[in-house]
């Protein structure tokens, strides 16, 4: 099982980006499906998630800038991000919680930057 991400780059502040991420591999179940950053000396944060039956979580600092969606026949999940600031620079993170012949495991992407320029 591994997830694919795409969409980051360099956008101006108050542009939009879209970043995806689509699941792949002997895939049974997936369930939450979210979105984390980590900015230059920072913690890795949560921006938004969510969850199969499609509920949503945000991060306070992305709410009504930022809208999660995911597909759950195609097992991706993106995340549109508009009104961009400078502070939300950092490379953004793919994570889910898959059901596999492995059994239950966090899987994440590979990490994708996002540059916001004043």
């Known amino acids: 099982v591994q997830l694919q991400a795409s969409g980051g780059g360099l956008v101006q502040a108050g542009g939009s980006l879209r970043l995806s991420c689509a699941a792949s591999?002997?895939?049974?179940?997936?369930?939450?499906m979210g979105w984390y950053r980590q900015a230059p000396g920072k913690q890795r944060e949560l921006v938004a998630a969510v969850r199969s039956g499609g509920s949503t979580n945000y991060a306070d600092s992305v709410k009504g800038r930022f809208t999660i969606s995911r597909d759950n026949a195609q097992n991706t999940v993106s995340l549109q991000m508009n009104s961009l600031r400078p502070e939300d620079t950092a490379v953004y993170y793919c994570?889910?919680?898959?059901?596999?012949?492995?059994?239950?495991?966090?899987?994440w992407g590979k990490g994708t930057l996002v540059t916001v320029s004043r």
């Open positions: 994570n889910a919680v898959i059901l596999s012949w492995l059994g239950l495991k966090e899987y």
């Open positions: 591999g002997s895939i049974l179940r997936v369930n939450d």
